[in-house]
Protein backbone atom coordinates (compact mmCIF):
# COMPACT_ATOMS: atom_id res chain seq x y z
CA UNK A 1 0.00 0.00 0.00
CA UNK A 2 1.60 3.45 -0.82
CA UNK A 3 -0.50 6.15 0.42
CA UNK A 4 -1.41 9.21 -1.83
CA UNK A 5 0.25 12.07 0.37
CA UNK A 6 2.36 11.80 3.42
CA UNK A 7 3.35 15.17 5.67
CA UNK A 8 5.87 14.15 7.95
CA UNK A 9 6.66 17.26 10.21
CA UNK A 10 8.29 17.93 13.87
CA UNK A 11 4.76 17.78 15.26
CA UNK A 12 3.64 14.57 13.85
CA UNK A 13 2.78 12.74 10.42
CA UNK A 14 -0.31 12.84 8.73
CA UNK A 15 -1.86 10.36 5.85
CA UNK A 16 -4.01 11.27 2.76
CA UNK A 17 -5.68 9.24 0.16
CA UNK A 18 -8.13 10.48 -2.57
CA UNK A 19 -10.28 8.66 -3.37
CA UNK A 20 -13.15 8.52 -6.44
CA UNK A 21 -14.89 5.52 -4.85
CA UNK A 22 -17.45 4.55 -2.45
CA UNK A 23 -16.89 4.24 1.18
CA UNK A 24 -14.58 0.85 1.41
CA UNK A 25 -13.15 -0.69 4.36
CA UNK A 26 -9.97 -2.03 2.80
CA UNK A 27 -9.07 1.49 2.96
CA UNK A 28 -9.34 2.15 6.63
CA UNK A 29 -7.18 -1.40 7.22
CA UNK A 30 -4.79 -0.17 5.01
CA UNK A 31 -4.19 3.17 6.46
CA UNK A 32 -4.50 1.86 10.21
CA UNK A 33 -1.55 -0.37 8.98
CA UNK A 34 0.46 2.54 7.41
CA UNK A 35 0.48 4.91 10.80
CA UNK A 36 0.84 2.17 13.10
CA UNK A 37 4.35 2.01 10.81
CA UNK A 38 4.93 5.25 11.32
CA UNK A 39 4.40 5.77 15.10
CA UNK A 40 6.54 2.87 15.23
CA UNK A 41 9.24 4.77 13.51
CA UNK A 42 9.04 7.62 16.05
CA UNK A 43 5.83 9.53 14.31
CA UNK A 44 3.48 10.75 17.06
CA UNK A 45 0.73 12.27 16.33
CA UNK A 46 0.24 10.25 13.58
CA UNK A 47 -3.38 11.48 11.72
CA UNK A 48 -4.79 9.48 8.76
CA UNK A 49 -7.41 11.04 6.23
CA UNK A 50 -9.94 9.37 3.09
CA UNK A 51 -10.95 12.02 0.51
CA UNK A 52 -13.82 10.75 -1.11
CA UNK A 53 -14.63 12.80 -4.47
CA UNK A 54 -18.10 11.25 -5.24
CA UNK A 55 -19.61 12.48 -1.71
CA UNK A 56 -16.71 15.78 -1.05
CA UNK A 57 -16.57 14.58 1.90
CA UNK A 58 -12.89 13.76 3.91
CA UNK A 59 -12.69 11.40 7.17
CA UNK A 60 -10.66 11.03 10.01
CA UNK A 61 -9.76 7.44 9.76
CA UNK A 62 -6.98 7.27 12.34
CA UNK A 63 -6.31 9.68 15.26
CA UNK A 64 -2.93 8.74 17.50
Same mark, same amino acid.
Do not use: W
Given at each position: ??? @???? +? #????? /????????????? @???? +? #????? /????????????????????????????
Amino acid at each position: YRP @DRLI +L #EESGA /TVINFTDAERDHT @DHVA +L #EQYVE /TLVGMGYQPAKAYVVYFPMGTVELVVDR
